[in-house]
């Protein structure tokens, strides 16, 4: 069977990616421009910035993405490319970018899931992996604790009720002076400081025990800022990052080492942005390595935001006969799951 090479395309939020992944498994090039100095000075991403940069650069990222991986138009065999769910002006660029190039080269489109790409990071560099498996996918937007039942079947076996675990690191940071974007920030500051230092709460929510809630850990954080300042007592930054920080990597471990064993799972992922957090990274380790469970996680430059996890998202739903129309749209709140 001859190389079936995806050419993929992500925008919904503040980086243009392009990438070449070859078999879905083997990336050939992963080009990434990143935005984030540009949104620094606003405290989070703007979205008209975000979409106005993005039709800048995402020509040049595209033809470097196939400049990289060595290859031509003629060698690609479809193209993937995020719709949601995002930003819709950010998404609604790579789309267009995407379904113009397709109808141009008379090539298939598929269409993919934002955070099925970040599942599918996993498949990069672990060869072996193989559905099923439990994947717990911590974003900027999501944080969802996500059956993996086969290639595109997806369970959501535990949400957010409120704030994302990647919304609260920022809205945390932002708190403390830390500035955007908040959670590479708390992770690095964290080392300085004490996790048992503030005992934050860790919460449960009643009807669901693998659901997540995020807003009251981020008031509580919110409260002892303002009492402190009250008090006239100084902060340390690096105490309420570090215990913040424990308080969401507990609560992440807790629910998804009692979801493993409740549903027989001996295979367990994360990915997202913010698993690429290097203390919940070594949580799971340990914590997977107790229970005898084989732990999978993304390099941190497939957990943030790239075009490589759509590629390989893209060539599984493409194989298995996926295909998108012309009509294909952003979708800002797409549900996993859902077309
Ligand atoms: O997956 P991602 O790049 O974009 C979305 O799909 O949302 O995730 C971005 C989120 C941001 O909230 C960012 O603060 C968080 O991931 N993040 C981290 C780390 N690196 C990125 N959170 C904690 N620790 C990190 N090292
Ligand atoms: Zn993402």
């Known amino acids: 069977m001859s190389d079936v090479l995806i050419l993929a395309i992500e925008s919904s939020c503040d980086e243009t990616a392009a990438s070449v992944v070859k078999n879905g498994r083997e990336v050939l090039s992963n080009v990434i421009f990143s935005q984030i100095d540009l949104h620094t000075v606003y405290g989070g991403v703007v979205p008209e910035i975000a979409s106005r940069k993005h039709i800048e650069k995402i020509d040049h990222v595209v033809n470097q993405a196939l ?24 998404l609604l660029v790579g789309v267009s970018y995407a379904k113009s190039l397709a109808w141009a080269l008379k090539k298939p489109l598929v269409g993919v899931h934002h955070i099925e790409g970040h599942i599918c990071a996993n498949y990069i560099e672990n060869k072996e992996l193989e559905p099923p498996f439990m994947c717990l996918v911590v974003s900027g937007g ?10 595109g079947v997806y369970e959501i076996l535990g949400r957010t009720r409120d704030d994302a675990a990647g919304e609260a690191f920022d809205k945390v940071a932002r708190a403390i002076g830390l500035g955007y974007p908040g959670g590479p920030k708390i992770d690095k500051v964290s080392y300085e400081g004490d996790p048992l230092a503030i005992d934050f709460p860790r919460a449960k929510v009643a009807d669901n025990e693998y659901d997540f809630s995020f807003s009251g850990l981020k008031s509580a954080v919110l ?14 930054q690096a105490d309420v990052a570090a215990s913040f920080q424990q308080a969401v990597v507990d609560v992440l471990v807790s629910h998804s080492i009692t979801a493993l064993a409740e ?5 367990f992922a994360i990915a997202g942005g913010v698993a690429s957090n290097s203390h919940l990274r070594d949580a799971f380790v340990k914590a997977c390595d107790e229970k005898g469970i084989k732990f999978y996680k993304p390099s941190p430059i497939f957990c943030t935001d790239n075009a490589a996890m759509i590629g390989v998202a893209g060539y599984y739903e493409y194989m298995k006969g996926m295909r998108s129309g012309w009509d294909l749209n952003a979708v800002p709140n797409l549900k996993l799951g859902e077309r």
Do not use: C, R
Not at 79 to 88: C, D, E, S, W
Not at 142 to 151: M, T
Not at 263 to 267: E, G, Q, S
């Open 142 to 151: 999501h944080s969802h604790l996500v059956k993996v039942a086969d290639y």
């Open 263 to 267: 549903y027989k799972f001996d295979k």
């Open 67 to 90: 400049e990289q991986a060595g290859v031509t138009w003629s060698d690609i065999e479809a193209i993937a490319v995020t719709y949601g769910p995002g930003l819709v002006g950010a």
């Open 223 to 236: 409260n002892y800022l303002n009492s402190m300042e009250m008090k006239g007592e100084k902060i340390s």
